[in-house]
């Protein structure tokens, strides 16, 4: 950074006078050009010390107020992809005249990592940051997909809107161990944990950057900021006025309009109003291989005559045939043959439940405005009010029909202090569960003999077994003849009864009869922070924050039958940073303390060391320490959620004891045994405990270097092991609703049912609760980013991630989530010719293990290409882009159970008026 005294440059300046601001009013105006003399627009001006400033307008122009009353000021010049510049001036200047001269040394500001401004070179952790010119470079439709072509961040796209980003593993579609955050507000849903990508984040015009820290940053962001943080900044209406539009349409019926318009009323009130819509063809997973018998352990192969649970198939509801089935009085009784036997109907496609709901949709307003009380001290408040229609998928796959959320926020600012507050509530309005809609649809009774249509199908399989075997089929003949015959009596989605009941089981919230999920939950937060400085080089930040937790659901997802449920946690933090010899040590050291209502208080300390080497400071070698801690989601302490071949309960209470499904495979066995003790002793076998959550742990180490060994090539490696403890997972079990363990009693009472362990009425149920690892978790891995900068024509980019996880110590069949390949990489290039601009990138990904709770599979290889082409006419303000995601259409399934996320061509119109 630069530091010129400059003066007036023509003859005869006189002071531009102006009306009274600040006690004295003046203004510096001016122009700020490029080297090559052309103007630059977008540039930000800032009076230093101050929370005055502004942007520059299509010709580069710009105009500030300004106040010499207490001396000279100095002027701070700035724009991506050139050297920063500050200006001393002594007097009020109208003609100033900047050039900013062009850079390939990738050293902007950040301020996520320390919470404070700092060079990015000398950030102590890994950490990106991705400038307004590049997100509007970003395919469609989720500008925070498109992050994926950073290194070590993965991509979790369960739908068009809907996506969640990770850093070094664990990843999920709701994302629970990275925090996303709006101008430093919580964006995640109340009620269901899940950062929704940029579905209720900034419209792509209002982003003035995005930052991702990678790894722990507790120490500073407190809870669930375990493995990162993303942090979306918006414009300020005071230094990016005008009016801006972007209009995109293109394959799957894809329509995407935007706009900004920011506009200063005088030198003090500033507002500005975004909105955005976006449409089109949603995609829809098609997955018809078996369920994992993890989640399904009675499931039979793929192509089996008794029929198979398939992972995007719904309402393929089983029974286990038994004697007790039995009805003398009506003539019925169960083939001896099919006894023991488990038979799944056929079930319904997503496509056939979603119906006419397919279409994927993003509406979001957001007003804000803002006042200067003095030129250090800024009022802002604002809006941002979003509905959508996505798919979404945890313990189900989920249809987010017109989801929205609410929040409100207000923030208090000076030049080294803050307070904010904000108010979310989100609002599932016609939100459904296609696992409760296909069982609700087989539950529903038919025009035969008053039979459901799950009771006819099995009673038909059955008849027609019988018969065939009658008619001296073999078995495995019969078999088939049976499951055509019972086939046919499946409710046909073409008929007007399928739409009258799928519409009726939609709109129907009742527990247990109903499929519609309305939660509506309220998440109240504020915080606040002072930076003390002592001298030119010693800093100390101190914050505190409280989030408190009101969740509602009827009933239907949480346990809150009669009233809200209430839940708050608290924490404070400090850090202190000095500058060491002429600044090219930086020390820091970092501590949060946290308060919960369920659990224990979280200890959080971070130490950093950032040493800057090279006459320019160009080599800069980072190390840090950090604790971390992720507190379990709402849903993972009040969940209550019945999915018909498990039931989902939190687990804040007493814990949990039961038996491993394993149990099944041998009850009969055990049941039959007559000799006491050795059923006792069979039974101990598979004995299992999920003892009450505690915080997950983490302690991480991190080494890093980010620089420039040669001019124009821009370097960033980093090494990290991190250790887990108390590590957040979950496994089915058989137990008791109530956290006691089934009597021998009640095992047998339920091995004789159609469907053992999956009945909503019974007590004993296959469950499944989140718990705590004994064990220790390990994992370690390490990323590399180089870029090549030729000329602004041309930068070629490149990034490498490596991921590993040690679960040798892990319970045989615990699922770790920790869902992420061990190689990835990407490759592109991109630049700026005159009016012309382009991006391209190619990424691959490795195959790996994908968990959730609604499935369990290998994903493939997979790798995608991402194009973008502008071309900008100055004089009409308006750029032409095209573009593609995914253009070579190749597979791309980023969730087992989600969809494959196929080509998005588009073109479009950007119109950016300064």
Sequence with gaps: MRKTLLYP?????????????????????????NDAGAPIPGATVFIKGTLIGTGTNREGQFSVPADFSRGPLVLSISFLGYESRELELSQPTPDVLVTLNESITLNEVVVAASRVEESLQQAPVTIEKVGAAQIMRTPPPDVLAGLNQLKGID???????MSSLSTRGFNSPKSERVIQLVDYFDTQSPSLNVNSGNLQGLTELDIASIEVIYGPASALYGANAFNGV?????????????????VRGGERSYIDGQFRYAQKLGNKFAFKLVGSYLTAQDWIPSNYAPTSRVLVPNNNPEGSAQGYDAVNRYGDVPNTYSTRQNNPQLGYSVSPELVGKTVFMPGFDERTLVGSDDKARALKAQPTISYLFTDKVKATVGASISRG????QSSSRYRFKDFGTNQYRGELRGERWFLRGSSTQDFGNDTYDLSFLGSFLQAAPSEVNGLS??????????????????????QEAALATAKATADATQLDPNSPR???LRSAIIQDDRPGRGARLNPSSILNEGNAQYNFKFGETTDLIVGASYRKFRLGSNGNLFSDDTERIQNSEMGAYGQLSQRLFDERLKLAVAARIDEFKNFDAAFSPRASAVYSAGENKQHNFRASYGRAFRAPTQLDQYIRLDVGRVLLLGNVGGGFQGYSTDLSASLQGILTNPDANARAEALARFEYNAPALKLERLNSYEFGYRGEPVKGLNVDVAYFRSRYNDFIGARPFIGNRDGSRPSLQQLGAEAQTSTPFQNSASVTRVLQVWTNANQEVNTQGGTLGVSYTLARPFTLAANYSLNLLDDDKLPEGFQTFFNTPKHKYNVGASGTAGNFSYSANYRWAQKHLYETPFAVGELDDYSTVDVFVGYTLPKIATTIQAGASNLLDSNNVQIY??????RLAYVGLLVDIK
């Design 498 to 500: 399928f739409q009258e």
């Design 453 to 474: 249509y799950g009771q006819l199908y099995f009673v038909t399989y059955n008849n027609a077994f019988k018969a065939a075997r009658n008619a001296g089929q073999p």
């Design 230 to 246: 993303v942090l979306l900044n918006s414009k300020d209406p005071f230094v990016t006025e005008g009016f801006s539009a972007r």
């Design 155 to 161: 991509v979790n796209s369960t739908s068009m809107v």
């Design 389 to 392: 229609t996505a798919s979404y």
């Design 9 to 33: 440059l023509a003859l005869g300046m006189t002071a531009l006078c102006a009306p009274a601001w600040a006690q004295t009013g003046s203004t510096i105006g001016g122009v700020v050009r």
């Design 897 to 902: 159970g989600g969809p494959q996320i196929g």
